[in-house]
C-alpha cells in the first residue's frame, strides 16, 4: 500500500509492480471496453490515472457508475506511458468502493467560481485551485522556519491572550469570562475588570513585537510564527480578522538590517516555493495569473527599489492617476497608492521608509528631523502592503515622551520600558503578513481564497 506522493517521486521502484493506492475520485470517463479514472489521494497535487477494463474486473459496470468524489481503493499495475499526457497510469485489478458520494456532490468535475467554493470552505479543499492553494500555503510556512533556522534566528511563542495592545489601534477583540448580560460595574461606572478571569481587560494580540523584542534582548535574533487577530473593520480582500505573522526581531541592528533580512527572507521563500511547488506554480500561472512566474524570477534576480514616505508623496501627487483617496503629505498611504508605485511606477517590492510618527506606532525611533520614524514598509505588486517594520526606539526618555504624548499607560508598559532601562541597544524588527504572501505566491487575490477557514467582518463560517 501505496501513497501517490512515494510513487511520482520513486517511479523507477515501482514501475511494473503491482501497488495499492486509496484515494477520492475527482474524475470518472467510462468507454464501452474501459474506464479512466483521475484519481487524487491528497498526497500530491496531481491526479493519476486509474485505467479499468471490462475483460479483468467483475464490477465493471458498478466501477462506470462511481461519482466524482467517491473515495476507492485500486490494486493495480504501474505501467509507463511515454506517449500519453501523464507519465504513466495504473491498470487496475482490483477496485473497490470505499465511500459513496451521492448526486448532490456540490464539487463536480467543471470549474466552479471562487465565491461560490467560499462558500463551502469544508470542501473546497478537494479542488485543484484549493488542493494547490493550501499545499504552497503549507511549504510557505515551512520555507520561513527553515530561513530563520538556518541563520539562526530562534522561534520564541509570544502570547495569544495579553494585556498589551502592541498597534495602539485600539482593534482588539476582548477575551472575557464575564456574563454580558449582567456585566459589573464600579463605582465610577466603568466595568469592573477585576471579576474578569485575569482581573483586568485582556483581548486577542494584534501582534507578538512587544514580547518578541524582550527575547530579542535576551537571545539577539529571534522570530515569532502565530496566529494575530484584528477587529478591523475592514471589509475587503486583504484584510481578515485572524491571521497570522511573522515577527523576526533583532537585537544591534538598525533599519538597513532589517529591510536586508526582509529582502533576503522574500527571495528565499519565493525561491523554494518555486523549487519544490514546481506543479502547483505552474497552475497558477495557467489558470490564475499568466504572468506569476515571471514576476517571481524576476523578483529573485533584482535588487527591491526603496523610497522615503515623502518621496512617495510627491511621486503620487505628480502622477495623473485618478485616485479615490487623497495624497497628502500626513496621510497614510492606501491600498491603490502602495499598489501604484509597486506596479506602475517600480514594477517590483518596494520598501518605503521613514514615515511621519503620527501614523505610526508609538515604538517607532524617532528620526533627526523630529517629524518621521525608521519606519519600512514592503509593497509588492498585487498586493500592496505585505510587511510593516521599524527600527526599535531604544532611548528611555524619547520613548516615554511619545507615549505621554498618545496617552499610553507607563505604568502598565512599565516592562517595556524595562528593556530599555536595563541594557537596551538598538534593535529592529518587522511583520510580514503570512496571507498576504501566500497571496503575492500563488497570485490570489482575495485573502479568504488562502486561509482554509476564513475570519471577516460578518463572516465566521462554523
Ligand atoms: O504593519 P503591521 O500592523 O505591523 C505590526 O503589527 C508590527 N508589530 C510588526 C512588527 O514590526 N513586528 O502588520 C504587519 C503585517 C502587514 O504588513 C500585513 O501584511 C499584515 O501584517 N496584516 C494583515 N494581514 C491580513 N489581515 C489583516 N487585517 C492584517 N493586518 C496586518
Ligand atoms: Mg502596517
Known amino acids: 500500500k501505496i501513497v501517490v ?3 511520482i517521486n520513486n517511479f523507477n521502484k515501482y514501475k511494473n509492480k503491482e501497488v495499492q493506492i486509496s484515494g477520492w475520485i475527482r474524475n470518472n470517463r467510462d468507454q464501452k471496453e474501459f474506464g479512466f479514472i483521475a484519481l487524487n489521494d491528497g498526497t500530491h497535487f496531481n491526479t493519476i490515472q486509474i485505467v479499468y477494463e471490462k475483460k479483468k474486473l467483475y464490477n465493471f459496470e458498478e466501477i462506470a457508475k462511481f461519482r466524482a468524489g467517491s473515495a476507492i481503493t485500486v ?8 506517449s500519453a499526457k501523464q507519465p504513466f497510469e495504473i491498470k487496475a485489478n482490483k477496485l473497490i468502493l470505499e465511500g459513496d458520494c451521492p448526486e448532490d456532490y456540490p464539487i463536480q468535475p467543471k470549474r466552479h467560481s471562487r465565491e461560490f467554493l467560499r462558500e463551502m470552505a469544508h470542501l473546497r479543499s478537494r479542488t485543484n485551485l484549493f488542493t494547490a492553494v493550501f499545499r504552497v500555503r503549507s511549504l510557505v510556512a515551512y520555507a520561513i522556519h527553515k530561513f530563520f533556522e538556518e541563520r539562526g534566528f530562534m522561534y520564541v511563542h509570544t502570547p495569544i491572550i495579553t494585556a ?3 498597534e495602539g489601534a485600539g482593534e482588539m477583540f476582548r477575551v472575557t469570562t464575564l456574563d454580558l448580560k449582567n ?6 461606572g466603568a466595568v469592573d475588570y477585576s471579576q474578569d478571569f485575569f482581573g483586568k481587560s485582556t483581548n486577542l494580540t494584534v501582534s507578538g513585537q512587544l514580547e518578541a523584542e524582550s527575547f530579542a534582548l535576551a537571545f539577539r535574533n529571534v522570530y515569532t510564527f502565530g496566529p494575530t487577530f484584528r477587529a478591523e473593520n475592514s471589509n475587503t480582500a486583504r484584510h481578515a480578522a485572524e491571521f497570522w505573522m511573522i515577527e523576526p526581531e533583532m537585537a544591534f541592528a538598525d533599519l538597513k538590517d532589517n529591510m536586508m533580512l526582509a529582502e533576503e527572507m522574500m527571495k528565499y521563500i519565493i525561491k523554494y516555493v518555486l523549487e519544490n511547488a514546481a506543479e502547483e506554480m505552474e497552475f497558477f500561472n495557467k489558470f490564475v495569473d ?3 512566474k515571471n514576476r517571481l524570477e524576476n523578483i529573485m534576480n533584482s ?3 526603496q523610497i522615503t514616505y515623502t518621496e512617495a508623496i510627491k511621486l503620487l501627487k505628480e502622477s495623473k492617476e485618478p485616485f479615490e483617496y487623497p495624497v497628502e503629505w500626513g496621510n497614510d498611504l492606501q491600498t491603490e497608492h502602495e499598489r501604484y508605485l509597486s506596479e506602475k511606477v517600480f514594477k517590483k517590492p518596494v520598501f518605503v521608509i521613514d514615515y511621519p510618527k503620527e501614523i505610526k506606532a508609538f515604538y517607532m525611533r524617532l528620526n533627526e528631523d523630529n517629524k518621521t520614524v525608521a519606519a519600512m514598509d514592503l509593497l509588492v505588486p498585487g498586493v500592496g502592503e505585505i510587511i510593516g517594520g521599524s527600527q526599535r526606539e531604544e532611548r528611555l526618555n524619547i520613548l516615554e515622551k511619545r507615549m505621554e504624548e498618545i496617552g499610553i499607560n507607563k505604568k502598565e508598559m512599565s516592562w517595556y520600558l524595562d ?5 537596551g541597544v538598538k534593535h529592529s524588527g518587522y511583520g510580514l503578513g503570512f496571507e498576504r504572501a501566500v497571496m503575492y505566491i500563488t497570485g490570489m487575490n482575495n485573502i479568504r481564497d488562502v486561509i482554509p477557514f476564513p475570519r471577516t467582518v460578518h463572516s465566521c463560517e462554523f
Open 5 to 7: 506522493r512515494q510513487l
Open 75 to 82: 490494486n493495480g499495475i504501474v505501467i509507463e506511458t511515454p
Open 164 to 166: 498589551n495592545d502592541a
Open 183 to 188: 456585566i459589573p460595574i464600579t463605582k465610577e
Open 290 to 292: 499568466r504572468e506569476l
Open 303 to 305: 535588487k527591491f527599489a
Open 419 to 423: 528593556l530599555r532601562k536595563y541594557g
